[in-house]
């Protein structure tokens, strides 16, 4: 008999809009729910990764938690080409947990562009 660890629910996060580039920048792309009756933690791990580049030009995504000074990276960046869709599978994406509002931030845009980002997750507890 194997051990069958318990599934989290999957949620899909919201199509987020980053028109700033850099780590003062960030947009969160998935904010944790959380609510006042909650008891224990609650975490999540990312499980799809969808991109849509419309900067101008190839890009590295930077994904983490946290904003400016306090951004800390919990992915590898990934490398997002001009005027394509990427996405990255479970499998393609190395597993983390994260307990805070995931977020992230390209590291260049040319003027008036943005990339569009939405992020699948599992969420536990």
């Known amino acids: 008999m194997e051990t069958q660890l318990e ?3 999957l949620v899909s996060g919201d199509v987020v809009n980053i028109a700033g580039a850099a780590a003062a920048n960030a947009e969160a792309i998935f904010e944790l729910s959380n609510f ?3 008891v224990g933690t609650k975490s999540f ?3 799809k990764l969808l991109v849509r580049n419309n900067a101008g030009g190839n890009l590295w995504l930077s994904l983490g938690t ?3 000074g306090a951004f800390v ?4 960046p990934v490398r997002v080409m001009n005027n394509l869709d990427s996405n990255w599978q479970e499998v393609e994406l190395p597993e983390v947990e994260l307990f805070a509002d995931m977020t992230a931030f390209p590291d260049a845009l040319v003027a008036g562009g943005s990339v569009d980002v939405q992020v699948e997750v599992e969420e536990v507890g």
Request: hydrophobic fraction near 40%.
């Open 45 to 47: 791990k990312p499980r």
């Open 73 to 76: 990276d919990v992915l590898p």
């Open 66 to 68: 946290g904003v400016a």
């Open 36 to 38: 006042a009756q909650q």
């Open 7 to 9: 599934r989290g629910i």
